[in-house]
C-alpha cells in the first residue's frame, strides 16, 4: 500500500497557499501520495471555540496575516497578491485600506472580480440546487476592481523581485477583497473531482494559487470554470457533480473528522498518524516521512 500524507485544509488558507509547492516537493521526495481533505474551516472554528480572525488584536493580525505572508513568500519563492481598493468585504475584521501605488484594472485569465455577500462560518454548506443558486449571486454581484497582482503558477524573476521591493517600501496588502465570500462551492468542486480520479494537487494548488495571487473568487462561478480550465478540466461537469449530496456528504464528513482528530487550523498534515499544524512545519514533515518522531501522538493508528 503507498505510504501518504493527509492535508486538511480550507480553499481559501493562505498558509495553505505558501506551502504547497514544497508539500508537493516533500510528497514527491518520500515516494508518498497527498491526501487532500478540503473542509469548513469556519465551521470547525465555530465548534471548537477557536477566536476567529476578527477576534484577533490589530497587531496579532497584523503579523499573522501581513509579515508572516511576505516571509514565507519570500522564503518559499511564490508570489502573493499585492495590492487591491478599499472594497474589502471586512471579513473577520480584517485590516482594511489601499495600498500604496495601487494600479486598478481587472486580474488577468479571471477578468473583473467580482464581490460576493460574507457567510458566516456557522452556515451550513448549500445542498443541490441552493448551490448553484449561491453561485448564481456570486456571478450577478456588483463588480469590483482592484490593483495589481503577480500572475501566473511560476512567477518570473521580475515579479519576486518586485514583491521583494513592495515588501521592503511597505506597499504590500495581501487578503483578497472575496476573502469572505463562502466556500462551499471550491470545496465542493474540489471533492468531485477527486472522486472522479482527476489530480486533485493541481486543482487545490490553483484555487490556492488563484485566490492569493490573482484575487480571483472562490464562489464565482465563472472564476472557478477558469481554475479547471487552466489545468485541464472540465469545470461545468465538476459543479453539476459538486451540487450533489453525496458530495456535501463527504464536505462534511471532512470536517467532522478534522475536528474529530483535533485539527484546530488550516493547513494540517498528518504522517503516519502524526499531526503537523501549519506550513512552517513541512521540514518536520519530510523529516517523519523518513523517520518518525519518538512517541506517538494520541489517536495515531497502531
Known sequence: MTATIELFFSTYSAFAYLGHAQLLRVAAAAKRRIIYRPFDLRALFAATGHPATGGLTEARRDYFF?????????????????????????????????????????????????????????????????????????????????GRACHGTHPSTRE?????????????????????????????MLIAALRAGHDGGALAGEMLRAHWVDGADLANR???????????????????AAA??????????NTAEAIARGV???????????????????????????????????????
Do not use: K
Not at 465563472?222 to 461545468?236: F, T
Open 160 to 188: 519576486l523581485e518586485r514583491n521583494a521591493s513592495d515588501m521592503r517600501n511597505g506597499t504590500l496588502d495581501h487578503i483578497p477583497a472575496s476573502h469572505g465570500s463562502d466556500l462551499a462551492a471550491s470545496s465542493r
Open 66 to 146: 501581513g509579515r508572516e505572508i511576505e516571509r514565507w513568500a519570500e522564503h518559499r519563492g511564490v508570489p502573493v497578491l499585492v495590492c487591491h481598493s478599499a472594497c474589502h468585504l471586512h471579513f473577520a475584521g480584517l485590516r482594511t485600506g489601499r495600498a500604496q501605488g495601487a494600479r486598478t484594472g481587472p486580474y488577468r485569465g479571471y477578468g473583473p472580480v467580482r464581490a460576493t455577500p460574507r457567510v458566516p462560518g456557522s452556515q451550513a454548506s448549500p445542498q443541490g440546487s441552493a448551490l448553484a443558486r449561491r453561485l448564481r449571486t456570486a456571478s450577478d454581484a456588483p463588480i469590483s476592481r482592484y
Open 222 to 240: 465563472e472564476h472557478l470554470l477558469a481554475m479547471a480550465a487552466r489545468v485541464g478540466l472540465d469545470g461545468s461537469a465538476l459543479l453539476q
Open 264 to 302: 484546530f487550523g488550516s493547513p494540517t498534515y498528518f504522517v503516519d498518524g502524526d499531526m503537523f499544524y501549519g506550513q512552517d512545519r513541512l521540514e518536520l514533515v519530510a523529516r517523519a516521512c523518513q523517520q518518525p518522531y519518538a512517541r506517538r501522538w494520541r489517536g495515531a493508528p497502531a
Open 244 to 253: 450533489d449530496d453525496e458530495i456535501g456528504a463527504l464536505y462534511a464528513a
